[in-house]
């Protein structure tokens, strides 16, 4: 175990804090299966040396609201960065979807893993796409990005809010409550429910979360031990991609409650990115395309502003403060939030 007030950790004494589930935990195993094989750690020894701390972040505990109406990205790390700075954790894997643009002073995003496939699922029995679900059916959805797509493509559906891990809301499509949901496909093939994916969402109606499908590692700044263990698990590609969507949010001031979709990837060699701002109620939006050639994070970054910038130019003054007050009135009430 770590040794309080020390940042000098050995590699066989790693705590991996994460949430519990189901997964949450796969990708914490995930991280101490590649930790171990990097680092020539028997199989048997893993949960020993690698040990999983679960903890319960206020995302995990408040169910019955949107996330936009009760703070956002930070509801699923906060209780977990606040046991990596007391040190009863060593690191912390995260969603990169789910993470603020900003970390705790004291921590830092050391390494983005190889990324899964980014790109939303729709899931329903009654339609194979989301253009062949009938007039006003329901959609169930958390994510403010994916109702504000699904209206702007079909304003007579009701999108209702959606919360609960993956198999409870599998569960309650299955029950009836709702006629199709979405989901990340990376979380179902992590967790081996491909099969439920009726079809693969087209990413020119529905462009990705930005970080959708990346892992991070989230240590203690100055932890060198921790850093240097984590090396082999860093995926340059992802993380120029992610730099770049990442950048492009926080120029856009996004989160949780603002309807902000940023989409990085290579193509035979060239990185080309995809950005969208909408309404919450998806009666307006903007986008913005481009390409480049870089071969680096910071220059990922650098990028990934000039389009946040591009975006907000285009959308304008007037549309951003709207978008800004619309936001605003739905954390306080959300009884004034877009149809949910």
């Known amino acids: 175990m770590s040794t309080k007030g020390s940042t000098q950790t050995s ?34 020894k893993r949960d020993e040396d690698l040990s999983i701390v679960i903890i319960k972040t206020t995302g995990d505990k408040i169910q019955d609201r949107p996330l936009s109406a009760i703070g956002g990205k930070g509801l699923f790390t906060k209780e977990i960065e606040e046991s990596l700075l007391a040190q009863d954790i060593d690191i912390a894997v995260h969603c990169v979807k789910d993470m603020p643009n900003d970390c705790p002073p004291g921590l830092a995003l050391a390494i983005t893993m190889e990324r899964e496939d980014p790109r939303d699922a729709f899931i329903s029995p009654k339609a194979k796409r989301l253009e062949d679900l009938p007039q006003g059916a329901v959609v169930g959805s958390t994510s403010l990005r994916r109702q504000a797509q699904i209206l702007a493509k079909r304003p007579d559906l009701k999108v209702v809010t959606y919360r609960g891990v993956v198999e409870t809301r599998l569960r309650k499509l299955a029950e009836g409550e709702v006629d199709a949901t979405l989901l990340a496909v990376a979380g179902l093939n992590r967790l081996g429910k491909q099969d439920e994916i009726t079809s693969i969402m087209d990413t020119e109606l529905m462009v990705p979360a930005v970080g959708q499908g990346a892992l991070t590692i989230e240590v203690r700044e100055g932890d060198t031990n921790i850093l240097q263990a984590l090396e082999p698990l860093r995926h340059e590609q992802t993380e120029i991609e992610v730099a770049a969507e990442r950048a492009f949010l926080d120029v856009l001031d996004g989160s949780c409650r603002t309807p902000i979709a940023g989409w990085a990837r290579f193509e035979g060699g060239t990185l080309r990115f995809d950005g969208r701002v909408l309404m919450p109620d998806g009666s307006e939006g903007h986008d913005v395309k481009a390409e480049t050639k870089l071969k680096s994070a910071p220059e990922a970054a650098l990028f990934g502003r000039e389009q946040g910038v591009l975006l907000k130019e285009k959308a304008g003054s007037e549309f ?12 306080v009430d959300p009884g004034k939030a877009p149809p949910e």
């Open 320 to 331: 951003m403060a709207r978008l800004t007050a619309a936001v605003e009135a739905a954390a």
């Open 11 to 44: 590699m066989a004494q790693i705590k991996i804090g994460t949430r519990g589930s189901p997964l949450a935990l796969y990708q914490a195993r995930l991280v101490q299966r590649l930790l171990g094989q990097a680092h020539g750690i028997a199989e048997d």
